[in-house]
Each structure stands twice: as structure tokens, then as C-alpha cells.
């Protein structure tokens, strides 16, 4: 049975439960789709994170650190998606892949968004 078949999946929840299917959909119906926003919230994300690794709140204040995460954090999310996205078709080419880059683009963004909510209500220890 096809996904055709059933209710179009809503990527945003079903992206928990479902990943695969939720990816195979996105891939299908449209790859280009809404990618950006989920790089781009993963490089805020992940920009938070390293501020945190790196203790940057010990020197700046929260604005500060908040403001640089948002200026730049987007912008990091968006190239790293560019530059993964090259990188794993082109390596992929050395196993015999044949994905073109949208696809793969859209893979590695939506499986991001996952990571970037599991990194806002993950928790270290110091």
C-alpha cells in the first residue's frame, strides 16, 4: 500500500513518529520545500549550544549571546545544509548513490529539526 493512498502526513509531528515516511514524503512530493527553515532553526540551535559549551554566558550577557545566535546561527544552519548536502551526494557517488542534491538536502534538514528540539530541552551537567 502507498502513502498515495492514505492522508498526506503533517511533516511537523509526523517527523517523530514516523521519520521515514516522513522524509520519503517530503523527498516525493516536494524537497525543496520548507528546508531552510529547518536548517535555520537547527544553526540557532546549535550556535545556543556551543555558547553554552563554551560558557559564554560568564562573559556576555544573555541578549548578547540570544542576538549572535540569531544572527548567525541561521546563516551557519543554511550553509552547513549546502555544504552537507554536497558533500554526502558527492561521497555518495563513490558507493553508487545517484540522489540528486534536493533530495538529499531535504533528508539532512528535516532529520535537524529533530536534533534541534532534542539540543533546546536537552540538559548537561557541569
Same mark, same amino acid.
Given at each position: 500500500?502507498?502513502?498515495?493512498?492514505?492522508?498526506?502526513?503533517?511533516?511537523?509531528?509526523?517527523?517523530?513518529?514516523?521519520?521515514?515516511?516522513?522524509?520519503?514524503?517530503?523527498?516525493?512530493?516536494?524537497?525543496?520545500?520548507?528546508?531552510?527553515?529547518?536548517?535555520?532553526?537547527?544553526?540557532? #540551535?546549535?550556535?545556543?549550544? /556551543? $555558547?553554552? @559549551?563554551?560558557?559564554?554566558?560568564? =562573559? +556576555?550577557?544573555?541578549?548578547?549571546? &540570544? *542576538?549572535?545566535?540569531?544572527?548567525?546561527?541561521?546563516?551557519?544552519?543554511?550553509?552547513?545544509?549546502?555544504?552537507?548536502?554536497?558533500?554526502?551526494?558527492?561521497?555518495?557517488?563513490?558507493?553508487?548513490?545517484?540522489? #540528486?542534491?534536493?533530495?538529499? /538536502? $531535504?533528508? @539532512?534538514?528535516?532529520?535537524?529539526? =529533530? +536534533?534541534?528540539?532534542?539540543?533546546? &530541552? *536537552?540538559?548537561?551537567?557541569?
Amino acid at each position: 500500500m502507498t502513502n498515495a493512498t492514505h492522508k498526506p502526513l503533517n511533516p511537523w509531528f509526523a517527523i517523530w513518529t514516523r521519520p521515514r515516511a516522513t522524509r520519503q514524503q517530503i523527498v516525493n512530493t516536494d524537497p525543496e520545500r520548507m528546508v531552510l527553515f529547518p536548517a535555520a532553526v537547527s544553526g540557532f #540551535s546549535q550556535t545556543l549550544d /556551543r $555558547a553554552s @559549551i563554551k560558557d559564554l554566558g560568564d =562573559r +556576555l550577557a544573555w541578549p548578547m549571546i &540570544f *542576538g549572535i545566535a540569531a544572527v548567525s546561527g541561521p546563516v551557519i544552519g543554511v550553509v552547513g545544509l549546502y555544504i552537507g548536502g554536497a558533500l554526502l551526494r558527492w561521497t555518495g557517488r563513490w558507493i553508487g548513490g545517484k540522489a #540528486s542534491s534536493e533530495p538529499i /538536502r $531535504a533528508a @539532512i534538514a528535516w532529520s535537524m529539526s =529533530r +536534533l534541534s528540539a532534542l539540543w533546546s &530541552f *536537552g540538559s548537561r551537567s557541569s
